[in-house]
DNA sequence: GCGGCCATCCGTGTATACATTGAGGTCGGA
DNA sequence: TCCGACCTCAATGTATACACGGATGGCCGC
């Protein structure tokens, strides 16, 4: 792979972990010795990761971008606008096979919950699937290309809900009620879901960064 | 100004202008010594272009991408996502000033439509003026981004109404009601008004790009 | 002692040299 | 004559040297 794109793919990995938390500038020198490559491909990086909203230019550096509250909720107004029209493009036009695949991994999710981290994982995995599933039945790739950079900046945020059981057990059965009405090929009722889904995510989301702040 | 972001400009307003025809193959040196810098800036220019979607690595050499049908369809289909979304915000939240300009000024788009090139120019001015309202009155950062991107590419196809005066006419009555509806702080007209004005949009930019091929 | 100016240094912006990869053509053998 | 392999070349990928600019720290003058 290129250089260029594993300077990427770790930086990205590392912002999203928060191991690299928001305001830590990142040097074009300091990255490339860092990652063992040279300035140009860091610099290659940095300007995809400003391109996707994770960092920002800012005078002498880079640095990573904070996520304020006024953030999460900009974010999901713009989920809603995505995320409800592809959920009711995905019932107008879909393979019912992989709808068929995840609904039944999701009626497995609560007891995947119960077994801790590794059950986690495998809980966001299928929620990832679904993504993908809408995307590929969608078939649209501007449509694609805007869900994928808020999935970008909802993955950063997700590790807020990421210790309530509680809150991830009904997440899973919001997940099967979009998918239900898009296999009863019902576009308003799957754009309905995916809204009533996104408040309750949001809600939380802001609950838990108020218990954190 | 940087030289990479005056390689960039440039391209991207060959590339809209339609100056740069699909499939053209861009190379780095070849542009380097066409825009009288060196590779870098020219590499880092491309980059970005293809994020906004405009060209697509292929292999070897960097090619212009083009705008088919189904791209028209896919985009009109984010675009109403998206703009129906942001006129529901602003009429929700917007300051009256800047919507009560453009209304006055969209009131004049008929004699202005009817003067040629140079009315052309200041309708499509009013029309913009429109879009950064709306984006300034939402005022959401993520909304903004991925706006810009659907403008970037309508401004692609834009030249296919370009000659059709009875079209544009009503287009600007259509932007009148939207603004009429984000005056009046009703966010369902607004966005559904949106809607319809992008149904007719759409429908004429297929016609005419039906007539083109 | 404080404030402003100048010099220096650090970090990004740009250019270019070197490495690498892949595609296309040509030559040889079956 | 056709197929395949190898070689060559060109274009991109990477590294690094040089240019430029701004910010910071120290020094001088008031």
């Given at each position: 792979?290129?250089?260029?794109?594993?300077?990427?793919?770790t930086?990205?990995t590392?912002?999203?972990?928060?191991?690299?938390e928001?305001?830590?500038?990142?040097?074009?020198?300091?990255?490339?010795?860092?990652?063992?490559?040279?300035?140009?491909?860091?610099?290659?990086?940095l300007?995809?990761?400003?391109?996707?909203?994770?960092?920002?230019?800012?005078?002498?550096g880079?640095?990573?971008?904070?996520?304020?509250?006024d953030d999460?909720?900009?974010?999901y107004?713009?989920?809603?606008?995505?995320?409800?029209?592809?959920?009711?493009?995905a019932?107008?036009?879909?393979?019912?096979?992989?709808?068929?695949?995840?609904?039944?991994?999701?009626?497995?999710?609560?007891?995947?919950?119960?077994?801790?981290?590794e059950?986690?994982v495998?809980?966001?995995?299928?929620?990832?699937?679904?993504?993908?599933?809408?995307?590929?039945?969608?078939?649209?790739?501007?449509?694609?290309?805007?869900?994928?950079?808020?999935?970008?900046?909802s993955?950063?945020?997700?590790?807020?809900?990421?210790?309530?059981?509680?809150?991830?057990?009904?997440?899973?059965?919001?997940?099967?009620?979009?998918?239900?009405?898009?296999?009863?090929?019902?576009?308003?009722?799957a754009?309905h879901?995916?809204?009533?889904h996104l408040?309750m995510?949001?809600?939380?989301?802001?609950?838990?960064?108020?218990?954190?702040?």
């Amino acid at each position: 792979m290129r250089a260029g794109d594993r300077a990427y793919r770790t930086l990205r990995t590392e912002i999203l972990d928060g191991e690299l938390e928001p305001g830590t500038v990142l040097q074009e020198v300091e990255q490339s010795t860092r990652l063992g490559v040279s300035r140009t491909p860091v610099r290659e990086a940095l300007r995809q990761l400003a391109a996707d909203g994770l960092v920002e230019a800012s005078g002498r550096g880079t640095v990573v971008t904070a996520v304020e509250r006024d953030d999460i909720v900009s974010l999901y107004e713009l989920r809603e606008a995505l995320e409800a029209k592809a959920a009711g493009l995905a019932a107008q036009r879909h393979e019912d096979a992989p709808f068929l695949a995840i609904r039944d991994r999701l009626r497995e999710a609560p007891q995947l919950l119960a077994q801790g981290e590794e059950g986690l994982v495998a809980y966001f995995a299928i929620v990832d699937d679904l993504d993908d599933a809408i995307e590929a039945a969608v078939a649209n790739p501007f449509l694609a290309t805007a869900l994928r950079s808020v999935q970008l900046h909802s993955a950063r945020i997700r590790r807020l809900s990421r210790h309530n059981p509680e809150r991830l057990r009904a997440a899973a059965g919001e997940h099967l009620l979009i998918v239900d009405a898009i296999l009863a090929r019902d576009p308003e009722l799957a754009s309905h879901a995916t809204h009533v889904h996104l408040h309750m995510s949001l809600t939380n989301a802001l609950a838990t960064s108020a218990d954190a702040a």
